[in-house]
Every structure is written in structure tokens, then in C-alpha cells.
């Protein structure tokens, strides 16, 4: 039982720490891009790009979750 809950607060940390992380680094870059954008309107895609970065990191935590989750059944 001690396992189970040990278990969950691990996939937990795994997307709440990479999804507060993602989160803090989008923050950084979309201040960055919107800056850029209003000098030059034709780095929009640039900026968009960027922006899209950061949330690959909850996707790998997810991924991390999923994993921990399956390998403990």
C-alpha cells in the first residue's frame, strides 16, 4: 500500500516539476518573442517556434509518469 502512494507522488513530481519548468521557460521566451515581434513583424514564425519549445518538456515528463506508473504494476 506504502508503495502505491510512493509511486504515485513520483509520477507526480515528474509532471508537475516539468510542467512548472516548461512553464517558467515559456514565460521568459514569450516576453523575448513578443519584444522582438513588435521591432520586426516577420519574426512571427521564429517566435512561434520558440515559444512551442519548452512544452516538449511536459511531454517528456508525461512520457517519464507513464513509464514509472507502468513499470511498478
Same mark, same amino acid.
Given at each position: 500500500m506504502a508503495e502505491t502512494g510512493l509511486i504515485a507522488i513520483g509520477a507526480g513530481l515528474a509532471i508537475g516539476l516539468s510542467a512548472l519548468a516548461a512553464a517558467w521557460a515559456e514565460a521568459s521566451i514569450g516576453t523575448a518573442a513578443? /519584444?522582438?515581434?513588435?521591432?520586426?513583424?516577420?519574426?512571427? /514564425?521564429?517566435?512561434? &517556434?520558440? =515559444?512551442?519549445?519548452?512544452? =516538449?518538456?511536459? &511531454?517528456? /515528463?508525461?512520457?517519464?509518469? &507513464?513509464?514509472?506508473? /507502468?513499470?511498478a504494476a
Open positions: 513578443v /519584444g522582438a515581434m513588435a521591432e520586426k513583424e516577420n519574426l512571427f /514564425g521564429k517566435a512561434l &517556434i520558440l =515559444t512551442v519549445i519548452p512544452e =516538449t518538456l511536459v &511531454i517528456f /515528463g508525461l512520457v517519464i509518469a &507513464i513509464l514509472i506508473i /507502468g513499470l
